[in-house]
């Protein structure tokens, strides 16, 4: 079975631009959520993504927004970028049990963003 | 507020001993407790997890952790290291008392097994 995968790979984009990164969750998981990783640093929180609904969400500004589509699969947009969401940004998928706590997530590979 | 620490950045280990990653945390209720690893440029691969029960948990690779609540530790250990283990090491809770997947992360250790 295929895992997490995401889209691209590698991301160059300059200060205020906008971004949209791709995620397509392990087949039969419908729980899909974000992380930013900082060079340097454990992953953070950023959303979680469930029946296409935000179930939780980090500290991040409004600039970080995304959305869960009928497939499961999901986009993560930055709007307004800065040189500090330069990150490693990280997708992990889940099937959902009952109790959503003790579910284990798997992640993708990741997106490498640089913002100059 | 909930928050995990990894007190050491670096771990150095000979082949064939055995290595410890520490891990304590701090949430409220009950915590659900994992460990990952990372290897360079690749995402972060499940190793094991403490949810309920007994109190030493193996996982993937021979790793197993062992779950402490007087000591609110998570300790990762293998009983002989290998090469191939040199990594970057998570360890992230979840609290009890929070919903849904928000799940906190250490900033990590990194092993080093020398040959």
């Known amino acids: 079975d295929a895992g997490v995968t995401q889209s691209p790979t590698h991301l160059i984009k300059t200060r205020g631009q906008h971004v949209t990164l791709r995620c397509s969750p392990i087949?039969?998981?419908?729980?899909v959520s974000w992380y930013q990783q900082v060079l340097g640093q454990g992953p953070q929180f950023i959303f979680q993504y469930y029946e296409k609904e935000e179930r939780g969400r980090g500290n991040f500004p409004d600039r970080f927004s995304a959305r869960q589509f009928p497939n499961y699969s999901s986009e993560l947009n930055v709007n307004a970028l800065l040189l500090g969401d330069s990150a490693l940004y990280l997708c992990?998928?889940?099937?959902?049990?009952?109790?959503?706590?003790?579910?284990?997530?798997?992640f993708g590979p990741g997106t490498r963003l640089t913002v100059l | 507020a909930q928050s995990v620490a990894q007190p050491e950045d670096q771990v150095n280990v000979a082949e064939g001993n055995p290595l410890t990653v520490k891990c304590t945390y701090s949430v409220s209720g009950n915590p659900y407790l994992f460990w990952y690893v990372q290897y360079p440029n690749r995402g972060l691969q499940f190793l094991l997890k403490?949810?309920?029960?007994?109190?030493l948990v193996k996982g993937s690779y021979g790793f197993e952790a062992e779950f402490n609540k007087s000591q609110t530790s998570f300790h990762l250990k293998k009983p002989s290291a290998l090469v191939s283990d040199s990594a970057l090491y998570f360890c992230a809770v979840r609290g009890g008392n929070t919903g849904g997947f928000k799940t906190i992360f250490g900033a990590g250790t990194r092993l080093f097994v020398k040959a």
């Open positions: 992990a998928s889940s099937f959902v049990s009952g109790q959503q706590r003790t579910d284990t997530q798997y």
């Open positions: 403490y949810i309920t029960g007994d109190n």
């Open positions: 087949s039969g998981h419908k729980s």
